[in-house]
């Protein structure tokens, strides 16, 4: 893994590269315009991965998943810092006996500020889903 940063509010794109191993320009910015304005994202997000061999599992904390156990993860939600749009983070999915915990591994931002909370997660899986 080597740590992207974001260059402005594409936190998401940032993370995506982190995890994947890519440069920045290597990856599209998929909420341009923000979450809002930019309601198929995710499909957009799953599109291009796609095209590269992957699929793109979009999970709830609480549900967790063990058989994400060592992988990292995108986690997104509420920064600290305040406001209401959302970032993304760099997360390692740890198991605890039956339960998937997360690991703050990379923040984007620069501020190692991480979440609040998390939200969701997205994780890329082998083989287009």
């Known amino acids: 893994m080597t740590p992207v940063f974001q260059t402005g509010q594409n936190c998401l794109q940032a993370s995506i590269a982190t995890v994947l191993d890519l440069d920045l320009d290597d990856v599209p910015n998929f909420v341009k315009k923000g979450r809002k304005d930019n309601w198929n994202w995710l499909g957009a997000l799953r599109k291009w991965a796609k095209k590269r061999g992957l699929g793109v599992m979009q999970f709830y904390v609480e549900e967790g998943l ?64």
């Open 66 to 129: 063990p058989s994400i156990f060592g992988a990292l993860v995108i986690a997104i939600g509420k920064t600290p810092r305040g406001g209401q749009m959302e970032h993304a983070v760099v997360c390692k999915a740890n198991l605890r006996g039956k339960n998937v915990n997360f690991e703050y591994v990379h923040d984007p931002s620069g501020t190692e500020a991480f979440l609040a909370n998390i939200d969701y997660c997205l994780a890329f899986t082998a083989g287009a889903a």
